[in-house]
């Protein structure tokens, strides 16, 4: 089969490609904002959007393990090794022996990672949550589920994702 043999016949500007139009517009408006967060932090505190996601996980008590930081995520032990290293590289976290049980290392936020954070723009995903968070149940409900419908639609119900708005792989760790 073709390339061009998957691309559906033309018959009009009616409702149904109206609607089509409407909902490729509205995915590529998603995929444009979460691109342009991501110029903007990059620019403005040199990380990715998923970086920055792991210094808040860490920021919110100081320290968290490799592990916390994994299931808080959803990603695996590996990416969240990789997205610390670069952390420590920029001097934004440390890692440190835990007092309390030596087998386990404590991801540490340093005055820089705070500083990170504070001067970042506002994440597009708080944003996001605040503004989902204010809609009554029903609406949360209806999103959710068309949104799953979605990833369905593309295929994508089964690829590896965390909770982070970021049109980049979060398993390459940048």
Known sequence: MTQSANILPFHGK????DRIDSSLIALRRILRATELFGRELAQSAGLTAVQFRVLQVVAEKGRATA?????????????V?????KLVA?????REKSQSDRRQTNICITDTGRETIADAPDALQQRYVRKFQS?????????VAALERVATMLD???LDA???LDARDIRSGT
């Open 156 to 158: 994508a119900e089964e």
């Open 14 to 17: 009616g409702k149904g490609m």
């Open 81 to 85: 090794t990789s997205l610390v290293d």
């Open 67 to 79: 592990t916390e930081i994994s299931q808080r995520m959803r990603v695996s032990q590996a990416t």
């Open 90 to 94: 920029k001097g934004m976290v440390t």
């Open 135 to 143: 809609l009554d149940d029903w609406e949360q409900a209806m999103i």
């Open 162 to 164: 965390s909770p982070v």
